[in-house]
């Protein structure tokens, strides 16, 4: 029965990912030759084109991606990959739990060695024809290895304690595992900034005077403090632009990409804090955390439960010793095989995504000067070859940031309800 679930479920989650792609593809093709209307003058011919033309093509890796990510899936669990690499480990070394950590490592480097190739492409490939690629092969290759390093260094005591956990604490086990999960997480978010993001960039104090100070003058009038301004070598991998802000209470420190401070002037990088401060403000950073903290909380109990079913297993083609023990395979299986039933939360939390947008928007434009939002986003999506004509459907489904002609036409709207400005942006 699980077994029959399962593949419904999967094979049903490829057709609407296959039926959406398509949907996206055509859509985007039949509008290749029109700039819509509200982005003439503004955005070029040859832009849209080639915004249309790199929509089309991740697209077409993506279904690639997907499709070989499911004959992954199937041939691991259904076709026995799992249990012969269990059954070779416990041959090898036994019941212990260093059979289990083993069985998971084995797993996690198997997954990353036939991911490689696809993630190569991406980078030299796609991206490079379009003029996003920036990273040499060396610097592919070395960026490879830190994660690895980053990987085992923090994953292997997380899964070892929940392994320990798993064995040891009794039926309530995931209770425990939940609290060292949400622990790990916090430890790793105040980590972020400081100590994993710096091994892979340089971040350096932002020294533009004039926008130093416009910045602290937007963030005195939205109530925050600063906790410093950084700039960030975005450029040694992608030209995809970004600024992001990392801290938690009220004191913010904040991270440009490089590559957005070559694209925006000054008013338009203010426009875009004051979206980003509105994230801040209504909380959305926070609501996500306990969203996603109490979200795990049911994912624990589930696993608590199903693994210590029979038919789990078994419909997974897997054949359990839950006598023997077989944690690691327990979170194998349930981490491999969760994202097949949850895909169709997606348009759930997309939906929900956006509201956040819309909202973070709406406070932009009453902080800073709307027009001036609106001038940078064009600019981003522009530079981003992002495409303005997405199939409405699947931007409903998929999409966290709302499409550009809604999004804009909302700002415009709210701009002209906001005929007085803030004195330091009219
Ligand atoms: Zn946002």
């Known amino acids: 029965m699980f077994t029959l679930l399962f593949v419904a479920c999967l094979l049903f989650g490829v057709l609407i990912r296959l039926y959406l792609a398509s949907r996206q593809v055509r859509h985007v093709v039949r509008h290749r030759d029109q700039v819509p209307a509200e982005f003439a ?25 997907l499709v070989f990510d499911s004959a992954v899936l199937l041939g691991l669990t259904l076709l026995g990959g799992l249990d012969a690499i269990d059954s070779w480990l416990r041959g090898w070394l036994g019941d212990g739990l260093v059979t289990q950590l083993a069985l998971i490592g084995v797993v996690a480097s198997l997954l990353g060695v036939l991911g490689l190739p696809l993630a190569a492409y991406r980078q030299f490939g796609l991206e490079a024809r379009f003029g996003f690629n920036r990273m040499s092969w060396r610097l592919f290759v070395t960026d490879m290895f830190k994660g690895l390093a980053v990987s085992v260094v923090l994953g292997l005591p997380l899964i070892a304690a929940i392994l ?89 420190r904040i991270v440009f990409f490089d590559t957005l401070l070559a694209k925006l002037n000054i008013d338009e990088i203010e426009a875009v804090l004051a979206h980003e401060l509105g ?69 759930v939390a997309s939906w929900y995504s956006r509201r956040h947008e819309f909202e973070a928007d709406r ?54 309800r906001l005929p007085s400005l803030t004195p330091e942006s009219a």
């Open 41 to 65: 003058g503004r955005i070029g011919k040859t832009s849209h084109q080639r915004a249309a033309d790199y929509t089309v093509a991740r697209s077409r890796l993506t279904t690639i991606g």
């Open 363 to 416: 406070y932009a434009a009453s902080h800073a000067d709307p027009n001036q939002l609106v001038s940078a986003l064009v600019k981003l999506y522009d530079d981003n070859a992002a495409t303005l004509t997405p199939d409405p459907v699947h931007s409903a489904f998929y999409d966290s940031h709302p499409p550009a002609t809604i999004r804009i036409g909302r700002l415009t709207a709210a701009g002209a």
């Open 164 to 252: 320990w956990l798993m064995r040891t604490a009794g039926s309530a086990w995931w209770i425990w595992g939940w609290a060292v999960w949400a622990a790990f997480n916090l430890a790793v978010m105040l980590l972020y900034p400081r100590v994993i993001a710096p091994m892979f960039n340089r971040f350096s104090p932002l020294d533009d005077p004039d926008l130093v100070a416009r910045i602290q003058a937007l963030a005195t009038r939205c109530g925050f403090a600063l906790d410093g301004l950084f700039v960030m070598d975005g450029s040694r991998r992608s030209a995809h632009g970004n600024a992001y802000f990392t801290g938690i209470g009220k004191s913010k």
């Open 279 to 347: 994230h801040f403000s209504h909380r959305h950073i926070f609501k996500r955390l306990v969203f996603g903290f109490t979200m795990a909380f049911g994912v624990f109990a589930l696993l608590g439960w199903v693994a210590g079913q029979a038919w789990f297993y078994e419909g997974l083609g897997v054949t359990p010793s839950l006598a023997g023990g077989n944690e690691g395979m327990a979170l194998l299986l349930f981490f491999l095989v969760a994202p097949v039933f949850t895909f169709f939360l997606t348009p």
